[in-house]
């Protein structure tokens, strides 16, 4: 059973920085491809970034120059560093992993969410 554990997540200021982290319990980050989505109140879940198991990653436009996904084979843990947040990124974000080296289709498993709130 696959289990996804997040933290990180916070109230910051406008131009600033937080590191979300999603720890992997049953999967392989190494084999399977994994990704952040964040979700508005009242909109469906988008996914900002992600990293395929050969390593090739994608950026949402939005976040791209901001936001920097990363992975940790040996401790099988997912990262999210996003810099020069604006409060248009407050929203809950999830970890999630493909059951499949690539993005593709909808992800298997998912985590259980972290609030990102950016203050004006």
């Known amino acids: 059973q696959v289990q996804l554990v997040e933290s990180g997540g916070g109230l910051v200021q406008a131009g600033g920085s937080l590191r979300l982290s999603c720890a992997a319990f049953?999967?392989?980050?190494?084999?399977?491809?994994t990704g952040w989505y964040r979700q508005f109140p009242g909109r469906e879940r988008v996914l900002v970034a992600g990293i395929n198991s050969d390593g090739t990653i994608y950026y949402q436009g939005s976040v791209k120059g901001r936001f920097i996904i990363s992975r940790d084979n040996v401790k099988n843990t997912l990262y999210l560093q996003m810099n020069s947040l604006k409060p248009e990124d407050t929203a809950t974000y999830y970890c999630a992993t493909w059951s499949k080296p690539y993005m593709a289709g909808r992800a298997a498993s998912w985590g259980q969410g972290t609030q990102v709130t950016v203050s004006s």
């Open positions: 049953g999967t392989s980050f190494s084999i399977n491809a």
